[in-house]
């Protein structure tokens, strides 16, 4: 009894009081009972006032009692009275402890009886206690009430107030509470966060969140009171519908303890006010730390996961027990809705089905939901059996017309359009007058889709007999004529009748939404019609540009292509900037043709040495590794690599591509390729296989001529190729004007010894070179080089000339044309070569020439010199100066041996072609091409060249027809093959 003890040590404060003011009175009786004795009463009070502060009660109340019956005097002294008043007192505590009925009232009288006193005072206190300890609140407060300070100091007036504020709060009587817990709202004191948390409580129930907000955190202070508090303040920002501010209060309060339920007031409060990204935030918290759910909770959660879209989470949450109850159809229609977004409408389609049979009310919409889902999930044979069954449960639903589009478009799928029409048809003499146009236009929608799968799939033979069908059973109006007139002459042009579909196209009026495609149309009649000209390339912008400006239907796909065209041409014609320009816009109209657009805007920028945005490019098309231009720029991302000397990239490069596509048309360069970077690293063994591989399965290529020239120069490194003879007899069999015994050996031939020194170190350095060590031998001759004076000696040229090509297999190429410079003597016509090969690959056509030309000056042999006017005509060219290339050519004619060969009239045409010169390009590719008598490797060339130059002034037909030519005449020439499928794709 915690409070007793209070009282105790107030009946000691009243003794103190007591001894005070009566001591005079005291002295003397204590003098007079000094000097007669001791005095048994006077034991007898100090007894029961002992067993009083030991909280024997019921023994001191007898002590007390028997004290104040051992005196029966009439008349007290005034000490013995006071001895009285003050035994009287401990009686009537005594019984309010031990809870005597009659407690009350005896307290009453004492205190009417002895007003004045203090022991009055002392008592009204114990009785407010004795109530309050009770949980008797009402009597309490009447007690306590006389007892309050406006402004407690003292530990005892606070403790007053509090209780009589506390029992205000549990009598409701709210105002007084309030103002009396405010009271002690003062930091200084011990009730100071008791008090505050109850204010902020009053102010809670009163509806003052903001006030209950301020009263209760000042309240956790305490400890005691921080988890209550913060449930308080929690529910006040629920209340006051601050989600945010309710979040970031829970957010800061993570680390103290509080009721998991908190999480479910911020859920709510977010949820009710839509905020539901902040809903998913606390549902989650609220669900890790619950063992389950609430249904309403549950439902409250799934809504919010579907509103903010995380579908795989409200898929993954076990919700079955919901089935059942009130939540569960709406569950159900979102997990519904969520399948279709997810386009797995399988499952959608079972979900509806549950939720017709679960939900009456709903049957007829879940049922048409679960039709439409089989429809798109296309399970027709179920759909079709199951829209019976609705036909006949609903005849009269308002779904009715779109589930027999549904069955019938299914029936057109699974079985024929022609069942679907009868179908319709059935349905259609059926159905009332309500019903009969929906029908109606259900059957022209279907006829229509019909006639558009039918031309996608190229069936216009059947897509005619449609037309009639639909002319017979429906009158036409002037926009399903014109629909008509548009597919008609679609169809006409595919089937290259351009005169009649240009007739249909023009029956299109301005009003039509097939009007822009009808332009577009003829603006590809026109422009196929069109000669190879500046002026058709400015007509072909012009359609471009009237197509792109009509106001009304717009097809992107044909924008791109149209594009697409324009920019082939630019790129064709070697304008780089326009091609780049107009394949951008293609590219940003659309997603179609993009892979080809991709590759050619690498191949834009690899010829303009732009390798970054090459390889960016090329990279793009590599994503997609099915394509053929995948497998094009896979190698040319090689040559990227190549040109950078970057052979290991190269070599990896191509391992990956003849794994991925051993049947490509790009596998004989991709081995030329592979074949000269194990060349540059030395792996002479891996290069000859390669080089073999090229010459045995593609003897008939350029890239075959080229590996048999590289195997026919390493007898001059010291290389030894074993079936030497067998690769050139195998080549020769493809290529008649080859001769295999022909061959002539380059081979340099060691210096005459000077020294014995130089010799050692020469012979040193050499092995290493041949042994592809090429570090190794260019420090070995930088030493011979450094440490003897070899000018004038028979060792200057073949040491600059190996140390220049140890350079050049090294990959650098600055210090190998640097040393190759120095070469002069019988060796200076082979570092010239090289020099101008260089240069050549690196793009740098003019130091290329420069090399070229002085091979022509100093080469001791017609076959030499024709070879660097040839490489001469061939730079030239790709510089695009027709007219020194053509100087260069009639050098070549002026030769009576070359004077009519293969390769001077195929370049001839190539230049006539380059300088405008169409039709007299035409004739002489046509000429080589179909003479049988001529180089299979260049007549193919020709005709490749011939259905190229068809394609680029339009005359697709005609370019399609040279290449089947192509391919039945050289079959054999499989690089050429290569080329002409790859320009095949384009005519399609």
């Not at 597919?487 to 023009?506: D, F, G, P, R, W």
């Not at 970057?646 to 074949?675: C, H, M, T, W």
């Amino acid at each position: 009894m915690p409070f007793q003890n209070l009282l105790n040590s107030l009946v000691g404060m009243c003794v103190y009081i007591f001894l005070v003011f009566f001591v005079p009175l005291s002295y003397a009786f204590s003098q007079h009972h000094t000097l007669t004795g001791s005095n048994p009463l006077n034991t007898t009070f100090q007894n029961a006032l002992t067993l009083f502060e030991q909280q024997h009660y019921e023994a001191a109340q007898k002590s007390f009692l028997s004290y104040l019956a051992s005196d029966n005097s009439s008349v007290f002294p005034q000490n013995e009275l006071n001895k009285k008043i003050e035994t009287t007192y401990y009686i009537r505590l005594c019984e309010l402890y031990l809870k005597k009925s009659y407690a009350e009232r005896n307290s009453i009288e004492f205190i009417s009886q002895y007003e004045k006193t203090l022991y009055a005072d002392n008592l009204k206190l114990a009785l407010a206690n004795s109530f309050y300890e009770e949980g008797n609140y009402r009597r309490a407060a009447y007690y306590f009430a006389p007892l309050e300070k406006s402004r407690p100091t003292q530990k005892e007036e606070l403790e007053i107030n509090f209780r009589l504020a506390y029992s205000y709060f549990k009598i409701s009587r709210t105002k007084e509470a309030l103002r009396t817990f405010s009271s002690l709202q003062s930091k200084n004191n011990e009730y100071y966060a008791q008090a505050s948390y109850y204010v902020g409580f009053i102010n809670y129930e009163l509806g003052s969140f903001e006030q209950a907000i301020d009263n209760l955190t000042k309240a956790k202070t305490d400890k005691k009171y921080t988890e209550s508090a913060n449930k308080l303040i929690a529910k006040s920002y629920y209340s006051l519908e601050e989600c945010q501010n309710l979040s970031d209060f829970l957010s800061s309060i993570a680390n103290e303890k509080h009721d998991v339920e908190l999480f479910y007031y911020a859920a709510q409060c977010a949820y009710l006010n839509k905020e539901f990204d902040l809903a998913y935030e606390w549902f989650g918290r609220y669900k890790r730390n619950s063992k389950q759910l609430s249904d309403s909770a549950a439902y409250q959660y799934l809504n919010t996961l579907y509103e903010t879209k995380n579908y795989d989470e409200f898929l993954d949450y076990e919700s079955s027990f919901l089935a059942g109850g009130t939540f569960y159809s709406p569950v159900l229609l979102m997990k519904a809705s969520i399948y279709e977004k997810q386009n797995n409408y399988k499952k959608a389609a079972s979900t509806y089905d549950q939720l017709a049979a679960f939900n009456p009310s709903e049957a007829e919409k879940a049922y048409y939901s679960k039709l439409k889902n089989l429809y798109l999930s296309e399970e027709y044979a179920f759909l079709i059996t199951e829209s019976k069954k609705f036909e006949n449960k609903f005849p009269q639903s308002l779904y009715l017309p779109e589930v027999i589009l549904f069955t019938a478009s299914a029936l057109a799928t699974n079985q024929d359009a022609k069942t679907a029409m009868a179908y319709l048809k059935a349905r259609d003499a059926k159905n009332t007058n309500q019903n009969q146009g929906q029908i109606s236009k259900m059957y022209v929608h279907l006829a229509l889709q019909s006639i558009k799968e039918l031309f996608n799939q190229s069936s216009y033979n059947e897509m005619s007999q449609v037309m009639n069908q639909l002319q017979n059973d429906i009158q036409l109006n002037d926009s399903l004529q014109n629909f008509i007139n548009f597919y008609t002459a679609e169809a006409l042009l595919q089937t290259e009748k351009v005169t009649e579909a240009e007739s249909y196209y023009k029956k299109i009026p301005t009003s039509s939404r097939f009007y822009a495609d009808a332009k577009y149309g003829m603006g590809v009649i026109n422009f196929n019609k069109a000669n190879y000209s500046s002026v058709a390339k400015q007509n072909a912008l012009v359609l471009l540009e009237e197509y792109l400006s009509t106001p009304t239907g717009i097809v992107k796909e044909k924008a791109v292509d149209a594009l697409t065209r324009v920019a082939t041409i630019y790129a064709v014609n070697k304008h780089y900037k326009e091609a780049e320009i107009n394949f951008m816009k293609a590219l940003n109209l659309g997603d179609s043709e993009t892979e080809y657009i991709n590759f050619s805007l690498g191949q834009i920028y690899f010829v303009n040495n732009d390798y970054q945005k090459a390889m960016y490019q090329f990279d793009k098309v590599m994503q997609t590794p099915n394509s053929l231009y995948a497998q094009y720029s896979q190698v040319m991302k090689a040559k990227i690599y190549e040109n950078q000397s970057n052979r290991k990239q190269v070599i990896a490069l191509l391992n990956d591509f003849i794994k991925r596509y051993p049947q490509s048309e790009k596998l004989a360069e991709a081995l030329y390729i592979r074949g000269n970077a194990w060349n540059g690293l030395g792996e002479n063994k891996n290069a000859i296989n390669d080089y073999t591989a090229l010459i045995t399965n593609y003897p008939n290529t350029e890239k075959a001529k080229m590996a048999l020239s590289t195997l026919e120069n390493y007898p001059d490194f010291g290389i030894e190729v074993e079936n030497m003879q067998e690769l050139r007899n195998i080549y020769a069999s493809h290529n008649s004007n080859y001769n295999p015994n022909s061959t002539t050996s380059n081979s340099i031939t060691n210096p005459s010894t000077t020294t014995d020194a130089i010799q050692k170190e020469f012979d040193k350095a050499l092995k290493l070179y041949k042994n592809n060590e090429f570090s190794g031998a260019i420090a070995v001759f930088r030493d011979i080089i450094r440490n003897n004076e070899i000018a004038g000696t028979t060792y200057y040229d073949p040491v600059y000339y190996y140390l220049g090509k140890s350079y050049q297999y090294y990959g650098d190429n600055n210090q190998a044309i640097s040393n190759l410079q120095r070469v002069g003597g019988q060796m200076q016509t082979g570092a010239l070569a090289d020099m101008g090969d260089i240069e050549f690959g690196r793009e740098n056509y003019n130091s290329a020439i420069t090399h070229y030309k002085s091979l022509a000056k100093i080469a001791p042999t017609d076959a030499l010199r024709v070879m660097a006017w040839e490489k001469l005509t061939q730079t030239y060219c790709r510089q695009e100066d027709y007219a020194t290339a053509n100087d260069y050519l009639a050098i070549i004619r002026n030769k009576k041996s070359y004077s009519s060969s293969d390769f001077v009239r195929l370049y001839e045409n190539k230049i006539l072609a380059g300088q405008q010169q169409i039709d007299a390009a035409i004739e002489g590719f046509s000429k080589l091409g179909n003479d049988r008598q001529a180089n299979p490797k260049y007549a193919s060339e020709a005709l490749l060249e011939l259905a190229t130059l068809m394609h680029t002034i339009g005359d697709n037909a005609s370019a399609k027809s040279i290449l089947q030519d192509l391919k039945n005449q050289f079959a054999e020439q499989k690089e050429t093959q290569q080329k002409a499928n790859k320009l095949a794709l384009k005519l399609k």
